[in-house]
């Protein structure tokens, strides 16, 4: 089955590299042979992780960040492995941000536009 | 993105103002067009734009001038631009743009004798949460440290 692996396309994002680190993925999997299809999405906001890397999973979106063009080859073989990568984040949508310094009445907000502006492929 | 215009030449510019001065708002398209095809706004264009607007050359004089990406003179092959504004002084930008001057010669502002590189201020990228950063003919740098800006440099000068 065809990884779906998910970068920011974001200014921001590319700003920091994503573009390389895209391009390092897809040298990657075909190097290893495995198949993958990179979405290029909005980022989630969490700039400080960026380039963001995100794997479809039963569990959810499994992020690592922040990732360089030079920690491809590790991430990959982490996502196809399922094995720990000191890039991991774990689940994307369970990232704690930010609401230490929140009112609790804007969480909702602050959270939901920028997951949005993550999970959904960029034109 | 390079920034290398044609020379100037009054007839080029009266026809690009011709070509634009039917629209609705035209004398910021009118001026882009003119940046676009020279490089910079020739002085001399100001009052052409001026009469074939039926406006004063105060009011387009002052629409030129309060927008610092109009060039009042041609700028050097490469376009370095620093950010300069509060976040990325906050995060090291004042010691990586006097390493910048230091390593092209030049001040802020200014352009290289050999017209290759031309390093500007730039106040905001809205890249503060990977402050400092930069843009290099238009492509976005974020998290600059020495090493990025004297790849930077580097690349411009090339």
Not at chain 1, 92 to 121: C, F, K, S, T, V
Not at chain 2, 2 to 12: D, K, L, Q
Not at chain 2, 81 to 99: F, H
């Amino acid at each position: 089955m065809t990884m779906r692996i998910f970068v920011s396309r974001d200014a921001g994002a590319v700003a920091v590299g994503a573009d390389e680190v895209a391009l390092a993925l897809g040298l990657a999997a075909a190097k290893r042979g495995v198949e993958i299809e990179i979405v290029r999405t909005g980022s989630r906001g969490l700039y400080w992780l960026e380039p963001m890397v995100e794997v479809a999973t039963p569990k959810g979106r499994v992020a690592f960040g922040p990732v360089t063009e030079f920690d491809a080859n590790s991430v990959l073989d982490a996502m196809l492995s399922d094995q720990p990568h000191p890039l991991w984040l774990g689940v994307a949508d369970e990232i704690p941000w930010a609401e230490a310094a929140d009112p609790p009445d804007l969480r909702p907000l602050r959270r939901d536009r920028p997951a949005l502006a993550g999970g959904l492929p960029r034109p | 993105m390079m920034s290398v215009g044609e020379p100037w030449n009054p007839a080029r510019g009266a026809e690009i103002i011709a070509e634009h001065s039917h629209l609705e708002g035209p004398t910021l398209v009118i001026l882009h067009a003119l940046q676009e095809a020279f490089g910079y706004v020739p002085e001399a264009a100001i009052p052409m734009v001026a009469s074939a607007l039926n406006l004063s050359r105060a009011e387009i004089h002052g629409v030129f001038t309060f927008y610092h990406d109009f060039r009042r003179a041609p700028a050097g092959r490469h376009v370095l631009k620093l950010c300069r504004a509060e976040a990325c002084q906050a995060a090291g930008g004042d010691t990586l743009a006097a390493r910048a001057e230091a390593k092209l010669g030049i001040a802020l502002g200014d352009t290289t004798a050999d017209d290759l590189v031309t390093l500007e201020p730039i106040y905001c990228l809205g890249l503060c949460a990977t402050a400092p950063s930069a843009m290099l003919d238009g492509r976005l740098i974020g998290r600059l440290d020495e090493a990025r800006i004297d790849a930077l440099v580097a690349e411009a000068q090339r």
